[in-house]
């Protein structure tokens, strides 16, 4: 990877790989803002903290689906840079501006607006990669832009609560549209693609394939549907990663101010213990890559989900009685260890019992269902956090967890 680099032909590339550092960094800085804010204006609140957060995964279910269509259209490049932009100025609108009123709703409505543009900047980021990046050399790229985002997770988490827990959510918010802006000049940086040249006919063209377009989307769309329904395990994996992602949605929120009360920290502590547990992701997915084909990819993700709620309800536990920094932090490790490889092994199944012509159509509705199930989820735990104790809730979240990996288990033994 480093040969990869210093080749003077992938530095466009470089530049790109840095602004998706900057800007990941960003991101998580910004949700360290965003948990900082809500600590501010309604202390120990998980509500308020989940319906602040289902304005960032709105916009998967009403932009996401039509971004890819008019991505494909668009310049990516000028897409990239134009996102990020827009991103930078509507984050310090909010520090500068609106966090200041006494509503909170016109938050929630730039909270909508910046991650609808990330659903643009998203599809546009993959799709120009093999713009810059020679065919030969897609899966070194694409094995860096994924390093990124693990790199992103652990210092964005880190520096970010460090940063909101000593300058408060304002400078959380300004540090990101630093990032934001950062990040959009070393894209427009890179090697420019050819620009278009439109006239009034290909303009009139455009419209009518675009509206033709719209038409092929939806189609597509039902055929899809139909296709998951008629195969058997694609549908069993989108059961799993339903039933995972609304564990996932039921402890988010919960834990973030169950780890505020618990250490007496807004942020610096969810930053701390968010370091063990991107390393633990990190390595549980290397490993997973290593040794993992040995085993069967239906073990590894029931495995991974008894482990995983049983890790749940322990930490919930014994950080209660505890309030020990390390042990939480050792135990956060060991969780994302062991619950690393169930998206891997979840996506090798997809990818080798599904068609090639239909496997966009089934990702995307993976995608979909995922974000539905962890968005309905964290709503309905939070709400609960407001009337039953924290610790109960993340305890029983953990125990569903265990069971459903040992029913799959049992069940899938059956089968065979």
């Not at 539905?372 to 309905?380: N, T």
Request: aromatic content about 14%; glycine content about 10%; charged content about 15%.
């Amino acid at each position: 990877m480093i040969e990869f680099l210093k080749n003077r032909a992938n530095w466009p590339f470089l530049r790109f790989w840095l602004a998706q550092l900057v800007s990941q960094f960003g991101d998580r800085v910004y949700q360290m803002a965003l948990v900082g804010f809500i600590a501010a204006r309604s202390p120990g609140s998980s509500f308020e903290l989940a319906k602040l957060l289902s304005f960032t995964i709105i916009p998967v279910f009403l932009v996401g689906p039509i971004a890819g269509v008019y991505v494909d259209r668009w310049d990516r490049r000028r897409t990239l840079f134009v996102c990020d932009f827009i991103r930078g100025l509507l984050v310090l609108s909010v520090a500068f501006y609106f966090m200041g009123l006494s509503s909170i709703l016109p938050v929630y409505a730039l909270v909508f607006l910046i991650f609808s543009f990330s659903r643009f900047y998203v599809p546009a980021k993959m799709s120009f990669i093999p713009e810059i990046v020679n065919e030969n050399d897609l899966h070194i790229a694409n094995s860096l832009i994924t390093v990124t985002g693990m790199i992103a997770l652990v210092l964005g988490a880190l520096f970010g609560g460090i940063i909101v827990e000593h300058t408060g959510a304002k400078g959380g918010f300004i540090w990101d549209a630093v990032m934001f802006f950062c990040s959009g000049l070393l894209v427009f940086s890179a090697r420019r693609v050819p620009e278009l040249r439109l006239d009034a006919e290909k303009l009139a063209n455009a419209g009518r394939e675009m509206l033709k377009a719209h038409k092929t989307v939806w189609g597509e769309i039902t055929t899809g549907i139909t296709y998951i329904r008629g195969q058997k395990e694609i549908g069993f994996i989108f059961g799993m990663m339903s039933v995972l992602f609304a564990a996932v949605g039921a402890v988010y929120v919960v834990i973030i101010v169950f780890i505020q009360q618990t250490f007496g920290s807004v942020t610096r502590d969810l930053g701390f213990l968010a370091v063990p547990l991107g390393i633990g992701l990190f390595l549980g997915s290397m490993a997973y890559g290593r040794w993992g084909g040995k085993v069967s990819k239906w073990k590894i993700m029931f495995w991974s989900l008894i482990l995983g709620g049983a890790l749940v309800t322990a930490f919930a536990a014994i950080v209660h009685t505890t309030r020990n920094r390390m042990l939480a932090a050792a135990l956060t490790f060991i969780l994302g260890f062991v619950v690393g490889p169930i998206v891997i092994a979840a996506n090798t199944v997809i990818n080798t019992v599904c068609s090639k012509q239909m496997s966009g159509k089934v990702f995307s509705a993976l995608e979909f269902v995922m974000h539905l199930a962890f968005l309905l989820a964290m709503l309905a735990s939070a709400y609960a956090a407001e009337y039953v104790s924290r610790l109960w809730i993340l305890a029983v979240v953990g125990v569903i967890f265990l069971g459903v990996g040992l029913l799959g288990l049992f069940k899938h033994k059956e089968n065979q």
